[in-house]
């Protein structure tokens, strides 16, 4: 059986958007689902448009997924170097090789001939394909022109009858005419490959057995099979992936700056939730699941065999709803990647405690983002003038404030580190020792360890801060409420209004 070997092939021009995230995911998969490689190639043969760092850019971005390449630029490998820019000799030698079997020719047409005829061909509304100008100069005329250094191109040479037939895994039997194939460009006259060529040579230098890629690319398929065919070598299984949508189903542009993975982490979006999101995109599981927790769950699943024609429409909020899901599901042994990014938004902080930070708060907070940004895990500033007139009112306060003040006594005697349970077992006997219901007391106690409305369930957070921040907590909030006037009613029946003594309703010793 042949080794499934895949490959991933951005051009360094920008950083790492959706659809690349998509391309390189359905490759990784694939290899990983059949023990196969997943290579990492970077194509940066257009000199015009690559962007320095941006190589580096999109491996980091990768990095960040958990797509991790079995060879790359930086990992290396047994058929490297993987970077396009390094490999010009190579193209050269095929390129030759096309020219002396015929299956190409050298063009000396001018840029501005060439661009004149593309606003011709604009203007008459027809395909902008070159009109074989050079296709059939004599030897002699070839070599008078190289010998007076006259700028060239080499061109593919395309049949002028038959047509190109091809199966792919989502287009089934497909047909083009050689009559609507262009003579593409294979070498530039600055001695760089186009991707065509490049992206023919390489594949086949790198034994890659299978290629999946954007739908944009399907038009470019039969030039391949005509290099393939031209060079004698075989050519791989083509799966062309649908197109990304916006909800008014006009194309993603690869420019909007909130489709780029690098955003996406910005956003504080776990890395599965996104990867996930985007295996989702075009893809129907036979398994009926719209989650998947793990990379090796999405691999044992995949199958491009069941990849939609249809472009697959990008709905940022159908992300939302798998990234919540996402956060509810972490546990212990998942947590790694939340953690990290939860370390690179806040400092000095370690990362045991971040840890229980981020699973603490998985049922509440949406993004690792909205977690950076409850402070009062990470610092007690929040707590200078913590409003507690409100939340007394709200809870009939000043049973409530004595039960405070009990708890902190309770606390206090205790030795042990908090957990959970011990947590909310002394909340609640402390709220029945003193006749006060257990949202009274939670909520006060709540407001004294956050500030916050809402977040994780009381016990959870208190176990999270630990017992010296708890009781340094409790106790401002003990000294807060003693120096409040008093809510009354008194044992009387009437407003107190005084300061002090005012543990519990009815307990005043003023009148």
């Not at 002028?160 to 003579?183: L, N, P």
């Not at 299984?237 to 990304?244: E, I, K, S, V």
């Not at 993603?252 to 989702?280: E, I």
Request: hydrophobic content about 40%; proline content about 5%; charged content about 25%.
């Amino acid at each position: 059986a042949v080794m499934v070997r895949v490959r991933f092939a951005p051009s360094p021009t920008g950083f790492l958007h959706l659809g690349g995230l998509r391309t390189a995911l359905f490759n990784y998969l694939f290899a990983k689902k059949h023990g196969g490689a997943f290579v990492l190639r970077i194509e940066d043969t257009d000199r015009e448009r690559t962007v320095p760092g941006a190589a580096e850019a999109v491996e980091s971005a990768l990095a960040w997924a958990g797509i991790v390449p079995d060879e790359s630029p930086q990992r290396g490998g047994p058929y490297g170097p993987y970077v396009q820019s390094q490999r010009l000799k190579l193209y050269h030698k095929h390129a030759h090789d096309l020219v002396e079997s015929g299956a190409a020719y050298r063009c000396f047409c001018s840029a501005d001939r060439l661009d004149t005829l593309r606003s011709i061909a604009r203007k008459k509304g027809l395909a902008t394909s070159y009109d074989g100008a050079c296709r059939n100069l004599s030897a002699a005329d070839v070599a008078a022109q190289i010998a007076d250094n006259k700028p060239h191109t080499i061109r593919l040479r395309v049949p002028e009858s038959g047509h190109v037939d091809f199966q792919d895994t989502v287009y089934g039997d497909v047909r083009f005419d050689c009559k609507i194939i262009d003579e593409q460009v294979l070498l530039k006259s600055d001695g760089f490959p186009t991707y065509h060529l490049a992206n023919v040579v390489d594949d086949h230098a790198m034994a890659i057995s299978h290629v999946l890629r954007g739908e944009e690319w399907l038009s470019s398929t039969p030039k391949h099979l005509l290099l393939y065919q031209a060079l004698g070598w075989t050519a791989p299984t083509f799966t062309h992936l649908p197109l990304l949508l916006r909800p008014d189903r006009s194309k993603l542009s690869k420019r909007t700056n909130d489709m780029f993975v690098s955003s996406l982490a910005d956003r504080g979006l776990l890395p599965m939730a996104v990867l996930n999101f985007v295996a989702l995109l075009g893809w129907a599981p036979q398994d009926g699941r719209d989650i998947y927790l793990t990379l090796p769950e999405l691999a044992r699943a995949f199958d491009p065999a069941h990849l939609h024609r249809a472009g697959a429409v990008v709905d940022m909020e159908k992300l939302l709803w798998v990234q919540r899901h996402h956060m509810r599901s972490l546990e212990p042994a998942t947590v790694g990647p939340a953690t990290t990014a939860l370390l690179a938004r806040v400092e000095g902080v370690e990362r045991s405690y971040a840890e229980r930070v981020v699973l603490a708060s998985r049922g509440t907070f949406e993004t690792i983002v909205d977690i950076a940004r409850a402070r009062f895990f990470f610092d007690d500033t929040f707590q200078a003038d913590p409003d507690y007139s409100s939340v007394l009112s709200k809870h009939k306060g000043q049973a409530a404030a004595g039960a405070l003040s009990l708890l902190v006594g309770d606390l206090t005697m205790q030795s042990r580190e908090l957990t959970e349970d011990g947590v909310r077992e002394t909340l609640d006997r402390t709220a029945a020792l003193m006749g006060v219901k257990g949202p009274q007391l939670y909520g006060l106690v709540r407001h004294a360890l956050s500030g916050a409305k809402a977040g994780p369930s009381v016990p959870a957070l208190a176990a999270v801060l630990g017992r010296e921040r708890v009781l340094a907590r409790l106790s401002h909030a003990v000294t807060k409420v003693t120096d409040m006037p008093c809510a009354g009613p008194c044992s009387k029946g009437q407003p107190c209004g005084s300061k002090g003594n005012n543990k519990q309703e009815g307990s005043c010793k003023s009148s």
